[in-house]
């Protein structure tokens, strides 16, 4: 049976859409629609789509005046009005690249009023709402989606959203006809979601979901690339592969030009002004900001009559001011500066396995970045700029449980105090110990007293030999890495002769993929090779090497930025979950 939607005209009112919706799944279940959505499915792939995922909702895009615009029309509709809203990150990025504009400026937000579907299950509405006030400049948006409906689709949430299991959902779908159409993963609610087109379903819904909780991004980023991959042809794809050292440059000469701190969000500025603003090349610089609105980093508004327009900040380019919170412009001029000269000598390491950055500047990178103090200052810069990885470390349950008491955490090798800073900082019982270099020391010291918690520290000027003991909470943070095995369980065994029986060890890193899915792990393997002579590892690797200094993995969560964290305790010490002695 094909499902219809309302006439043309009613398309175009909101209320009768999301009435139209909640109808909808209230009259649906998962056998039924499935046939629906890709005819012709059935045998072992009907079986395990249906197996595996429940419809969860049908969704839709939504204009609201303002937020009481929104509640008169979720009551119209017999929803609950009271329903929390968090903010969308995949819907918003979706329009910001279809109608090319900044994400800052698109405050989408998405609710779900529950609706029981005809046997009582408990399903939902998903609503995404933009607000658009009358005579606003979001109003052509708002047209143009109303009548194409590119948002609205039907969900099913995937029950046990295990990697294999995923990724085998994906090729059914795929053998079906549906054809990946975006996705993304949404941190406020740890949900990652995947967008298939279905050209032959049988009803007025085109697109589909799939949901799975958690953080699949490895999965996320095969899911994103194949259809890249699909319709360029393979001269065309190695073209833009070729050329990515390119985006690498041009984005750190614009960090090194100062271009973004003199450039703003929401009102373009003319090349005349920014070339006179940072000693540049009019002619040049329009060359080099053009290839940077290609990659997201600028916005080009047009101007009249053909002339060329003027450039804002994207909220991408922005991570490139100085005066950003948590700016990257470190790690810009890093990848931009020593590091991308090693990678010239990327086939020397791969012939003898000894870093490239060695053969080219005569010593290692560590050696060398000591002997410059700018250029040692810039690197601890550069890996602060990556923080926010660190922001759900706070939560962990060593830390919370450590935070019930007086305790210490202990940050091997903590660089600037970035990390260390932010557990103090969440958690005002505990006090920390820092150990690095005399420089790095410096600098920590110097960052933990601004933000408030230098009191609570310690400092050790040292090396791996010199881990400080009797602490609770021991952190090793993007170390391990750095190094070989046999190095590697050097540093492990330092830091278990300094661990109490009932202390905790948290080491963050990136994991690389069991399935050899996409992951940033495996970019800096590459980069571990050929600048330091390290590597990335998977976690049994990790396990394997945590056994040998006399430690167990307990568990390892994920973070932002494809990284991870390990928690591993003492071979034979009593289970976390027993409590702390």
Do not use: K
Not at 141 to 168: D, K, Q, S, V, W
Not at 360 to 380: C, K, Q, T
């Amino acid at each position: 049976m094909t499902t219809t939607l309302p006439d043309e005209t009613l398309l175009l009112d909101d209320t009768a859409c999301l009435r139209a919706a909640a109808r909808f799944v209230r009259e649906h279940d998962s056998a039924a629609l499935l046939p629906l959505l890709l005819p012709g499915i059935d045998g072992p792939d009907l079986r395990a789509l249906a197996g595996h995922c429940r419809f969860a909702h049908a969704g839709l895009l939504l204009f609201p005046p303002d937020a009481d615009g929104l509640r008169t029309q979720l009551a119209a509709c017999g929803l609950a009005v009271d329903t929390p809203s968090h903010p969308s990150v995949v819907v918003r990025e979706r329009l910001a690249r279809r109608h090319r504009r900044d994400p800052a400026e698109l405050d989408v937000q998405i609710l779900r009023p529950h609706v029981l579907g005809s046997a009582g299950e408990r399903r939902a509405v998903e609503v995404f709402a933009l607000a658009v006030p009358p005579h606003s400049d979001l109003e052509p948006i708002a047209a143009y989606e109303r009548t194409r409906r590119h948002e609205a689709h039907l969900a099913f949430e995937i029950e046990h959203p295990e990697p294999l299991a995923l990724r085998g959902l994906c090729a059914i779908l795929a053998r079906h006809g549906a054809r990946p159409d975006g996705g993304g993963y949404n941190p406020h609610e740890d949900g990652t979601v995947l967008y298939f087109t279905l050209p032959d379903a049988a009803c007025d819904y085109e697109r589909l979901e799939l949901y799975a909780r958690g953080d699949h991004r490895d999965t996320l980023a095969a899911h994103l690339d194949r259809p890249r991959l699909d319709v360029r042809q393979p001269a065309e794809t190695l073209l833009h592969l070729l050329t990515g050292a390119w985006t690498t440059q041009a984005l750190a000469a614009f960090a090194r030009l100062g271009l973004p701190d003199v450039m703003a969000p929401r009102t373009a500025c003319r090349t005349e002004d920014l070339a006179r603003l940072t000693g540049t090349h009019p002619r040049s610089l329009v060359v080099l900001l053009r290839y940077l609105a290609m990659v997201g980093a600028v916005a080009q508004d047009p101007g009249p009559d053909d002339e060329e327009g003027g450039f804002r900040l994207t909220e991408l380019g922005a991570l490139l001011r100085a005066d950003a919170p948590g700016s990257m412009r470190p790690l810009a001029l890093m990848y931009g500066g020593p590091f991308y000269r090693s990678f010239g000598g990327l086939d020397h390491a791969v012939r003898t396995g000894r870093p490239a950055f060695d053969h080219l500047f005569g010593e290692n990178h560590f050696d060398h970045f000591a002997r410059d103090p700018e250029l040692a200052a810039l690197f601890d810069r550069s890996m602060a700029a990556s923080s926010r990885m660190f922001e759900p470390l706070p939560d962990h349950p060593v830390i919370t449980a450590a935070a019930q008491a007086p305790a210490t955490v202990v940050d091997v090798a903590g660089g600037t105090g970035e990390l260390l800073g932010r557990i103090l900082t969440a958690h005002p019982r505990l006090s920390g110990v820092l150990l690095e270099r005399p420089h790095a020391v410096e600098a920590a010291r110097r960052l933990l007293d601004a933000a408030g918690c230098g009191v609570r520290c310690d400092y050790r000027a040292g090396d791996f030999a010199d881990v400080p003991p009797g602490g609770d909470v021991y952190v090793l943070s993007r170390v391990l890495h750095d190094w070989d095995d046999d190095r590697c369980r050097e540093i492990l065994r330092h830091c278990v002769r300094a661990m109490p029986a009932h202390a905790d060890l948290l080491v963050v890193e990136r994991l690389l993929p069991v399935d050899g899915a996409p992951s940033l792990a495996t970019a800096w393997d590459l980069h571990m090779l050929c600048n330091v002579g390290g590597r990335e590892r998977r976690a049994d690797h990790y396990a394997r090497l945590f056994a040998d200094a006399g430690l167990r993995l307990v568990d390892h969560r994920p973070l932002p930025l494809d990284a991870h964290v390990l928690h591993a305790r003492r071979a034979g010490a009593p289970d976390p979950a027993a409590g702390r002695s």
